[in-house]
């Protein structure tokens, strides 16, 4: 069976947490009824570092920490949906103050369930969701943490890891035959089979590589992230890193594949000329029509290998990544930790935080 199973999809409740939950709201002063507000990446990193000890204080020991079921509305009576929070938030700041809320919940939640006592290697992604997840982490307090080592995926994570005082290590040093236990990261759309686009913050390798160093990869997003179909929501393309000496030839290669205007990415407003990558490359931004799924090619009237521009996610992923002078691609496919042992790019599970304050959950179907 293809696609996300019908009884993998689970709505969570924020009043089903525990009540060190709420301490972690009330501690950081963010709640699905007061949005969190919008920080840029270096106030996020200040508010964290000088937060904490709050956290702290607010949390109550590890030995006391106890995982709350996940709560599911399936077969339940139905219940009078509460007031839409996206209804409300009519200016551009509670808009954005919305979509903070919402990762931070699908952060929480994430963590919750997949950062188990006993782990004691973490990988951290990249991106302005990571910042709640690093947040979920530090709040849990030292004692749980003390094990821990914590992998960024670049700089903006390792800054992060540092500013909550979390072990930090890096993937380089992974001994040899050693996997992560969990990595956590975010996603820029996740399609129905939970294949994802990544590296709208130009990290996509060094994510890729994390994600397919670690037992299970979970992925942690908004509700603007969710699409039946790779390239629907996400319109900016998918973001390929390249080597700069080869741009040119690869932006050719990509208009013959049936792009839509494919282009380097520049670094304005930071800097003149194109966005260079923690590993000193350029990304491109490729759109192509929306990517079709192997089920969409039952019918037999499409072919997904690229004629007309139209792929499956697949067939373009792994056409890509032939290209000359691609490094890496953000099209993050195939296979899951729960079907291979290792090298698994897709997540196990996606969690994301809904515009209503819950958290719905995506699992791949069996």
Same mark, same amino acid.
């Given at each position: 069976?293809?696609g996300i199973?019908?009884?993998t999809?689970? /709505?969570?409740n924020? *009043? $089903?947490?525990? %009540?060190?939950f709420?301490l972690?709201?009330? #501690?950081?002063?963010? &709640?699905?009824s007061?949005?969190a507000?919008?920080f840029?990446?270096?106030a996020?990193?200040h508010?964290?570092?000088s937060t /904490?000890?709050?956290? *702290? $204080?607010a949390? %109550?020991?590890?030995?006391?920490?106890?995982? #709350?079921?996940?709560? &599911?509305?399936?077969?339940s009576?139905?219940?009078k949906?509460p007031?839409?929070?996206?209804r409300?938030?009519?200016t551009?700041e509670?808009?954005?103050?919305?979509?903070e809320?919402?990762?931070?919940?699908?952060?929480?939640?994430?963590?919750?369930?997949?950062?188990?006592?006993e782990?004691?290697r973490i990988g951290?992604?990249?991106?302005s969701t990571?910042?709640?997840?690093?947040?979920?982490?530090?709040a849990?307090?030292?004692a749980?943490t003390?094990?821990?080592s914590?992998?960024?995926?670049?700089?903006?994570?390792?800054?992060?890891?540092e500013?909550?005082a979390?072990?930090?290590q890096?993937i380089?040093k992974?001994?040899?035959g050693?996997?992560?236990d969990?990595?956590f990261d975010?996603a820029?759309?996740?399609?129905?089979?939970?294949?994802l686009?990544?590296?709208g913050g130009a990290c996509?390798?060094?994510?890729?590589i994390v994600?397919?160093?670690?037992?299970?990869?979970?992925c942690?997003a908004?509700f603007r992230?969710?699409a039946q179909?790779?390239g629907?929501a996400?319109?900016?393309?998918?973001?390929?890193?390249?080597?700069?000496?080869?741009?040119?030839?690869?932006l050719?290669?990509?208009l013959?594949?049936g792009s839509?205007?494919p282009?380097?990415?520049?670094g304005?407003?930071?800097?003149a000329g194109?966005?260079?990558?923690?590993?000193?490359?350029?990304?491109?931004?490729?759109?192509?029509?929306?990517?079709?799924l192997a089920r969409?090619?039952?019918?037999?009237?499409?072919?997904?290998s690229?004629?007309?521009?139209v792929?499956?996610?697949?067939?373009?992923?792994?056409r890509l990544?032939?290209?000359?002078?691609?490094a890496?691609?953000g099209?993050f496919y195939g296979k899951?930790?729960l079907?291979?042992a290792?090298?698994?790019?897709?997540?196990?599970a996606?969690?994301?935080?809904?515009?209503d304050?819950?958290?719905q959950?995506?699992?791949?179907?069996?």
């Open positions: 069976m293809n199973a019908a009884g999809v689970t /709505r969570l924020t *009043l $089903a947490h525990p %009540p060190h709420a972690f709201a009330s #501690a950081l002063s963010f &709640s699905a007061q949005p507000p919008v840029g990446a270096a996020r990193l508010h964290l570092s /904490r000890a709050g956290l *702290l $204080a949390i %109550p020991a590890a030995s006391s920490h106890q995982r #709350a079921p996940l709560t &599911s509305n399936i077969g009576r139905p219940a949906a007031p839409n929070p996206r409300m938030a009519t551009a509670e808009q954005a103050n919305l979509v809320a919402s990762k931070r919940l699908a952060a929480f939640q994430a963590v919750k369930d997949h950062l188990l006592p782990y004691t951290i992604g990249s991106g990571v910042v709640y997840v690093v947040e979920a982490i530090a849990l307090g030292p749980a003390a094990g821990m914590f992998y960024p995926t670049g700089a903006q994570s390792e800054q992060l890891i500013a909550a979390l072990n930090l890096y380089n992974l001994p040899a050693q996997q992560l969990v990595a975010g820029d759309e996740v399609d129905e089979d939970l294949n686009i990544k590296g996509l390798w060094q994510e890729k994600a397919a160093s670690a037992k299970k990869f979970v942690v908004d992230k969710l179909r790779l629907t996400w319109t900016k393309g998918i973001p390929i890193e390249v080597l700069p000496m080869a741009a040119p030839r690869v050719d290669e990509l013959r594949m839509l205007n282009r380097i990415r520049p304005l407003p930071g800097k194109a966005i260079v990558t923690d590993n000193g490359m350029w990304i491109i931004d490729a759109p192509f029509a929306p990517l079709l969409d090619l039952e019918s037999g009237t499409q072919s997904g690229g004629a007309g521009g792929w499956t996610v697949d067939a373009l992923a792994d990544i032939k290209v000359p002078g691609v890496e691609t099209l899951n930790g079907e291979v290792s090298g698994a790019q897709k997540p196990v996606a969690y994301f935080g809904m515009a304050g819950t958290v959950v995506k699992t791949p179907s069996v």
